[in-house]
């Protein structure tokens, strides 16, 4: 059995599948960025696991992160999403994502894309290190991200976030995944 890293709970498949095949791989895509961006705020004092179990739920409840959607949910949706028994029914969260929604769509227009944006903070270059949970990256990020209006972006999050989306690769060093530059 291949080693992975030692805050993973191997007796959750899910996780171990998002481990191996998501977690700190380079994404590109404004659509998977936008999610996991949604996905992240929701973790806000809790563990990426239990929001990780209800990732598929999120996507049905969010209309599958469909920026423009979310961009324009009303008091209706807020309070059908509020009685949502299967996600996280955080009402300063759902209303920080539709918020955030609308700041990604400015950031999308302004540079191109949300990678564009993302990526620019290292020149395009993956960052390798481990066991921070938040860096002078993420702070420069969350910095700049809360100036332009997202809430729920600290630094503690937004440097999940960069491990998430792959722009820090930070699995441990005794992780199969692991890789120095």
Known sequence: MEKRCSWLNLNNVKY???HDNEWG???YDDKKLFEFLILESFQAGLSWEIVLNKREDFRKAFDNFNIEKVSNYDDKKI????NNEKIIRNKRKII?????AKVFKDIQKEFGSFANYIWKFTNNKIIYETGKTSSDLSDRISKDLKKRGMNFVGTTIIYS???AVGVINSHDKECFLYKKE
């Open 25 to 27: 791989r380079p994404i």
């Open 79 to 82: 309070e059908e999403l509020m």
């Open 161 to 163: 976030y960069l491990q």
């Open 96 to 100: 920080a994502s539709i918020n955030n």
């Open 16 to 18: 171990v599948k998002y």
